[in-house]
């Protein structure tokens, strides 16, 4: 399964990285917001743990386009940010995220989170 880190921050890269690895997911890092929407065009992962700032093109943005294509629209897209507003979730749900996370998070949680929404999309795919 792959999952495509989408986060300016490095630090996250690097917390989230070689533990989701470690335990079997493939990992596509991306630091900008046009470069994710290309991997995530092109690769097509699983998950997207996305972030809503980042440069060159923000995470709402990024969440809209995919969620209104029909090649991407079933990739599972978990905002991972430090907005943790009400307003900021709700917009993110409306955008078609999958799951809103605040940061900071553990490895735990987020790759139980991760588990249950693949577990769900399986289902609903293969009745």
Do not use: W
Request: hydrophobic residues 40%; proline residues 4%.
């Amino acid at each position: 399964m792959k999952i495509l880190i989408a986060d300016d921050d490095r630090t996250i890269h690097i917390s989230f990285a070689k533990p989701l690895a470690n335990s079997g997911f493939d990992i596509l890092h991306s630091y900008d917001g046009l470069d994710a929407l290309r991997q995530a065009q092109e690769s097509k992962p699983d998950v997207i743990l996305l972030d809503l700032t980042m440069p060159k093109l923000d995470g709402r943005e990024i969440c809209k386009q995919l969620k209104s294509s029909s090649e991407t629209k079933d990739i599972i897209i978990i905002m991972l940010t430090a907005k943790d507003q009400h307003h900021d979730r709700l917009l993110g749900f409306e955008l078609g995220a999958d799951e809103y996370i605040s940061k900071p998070c553990s490895i735990a949680f987020l790759e139980r989170i991760i588990r249950k929404l693949t577990r769900k999309k399986g289902a609903v795919e293969n009745p």
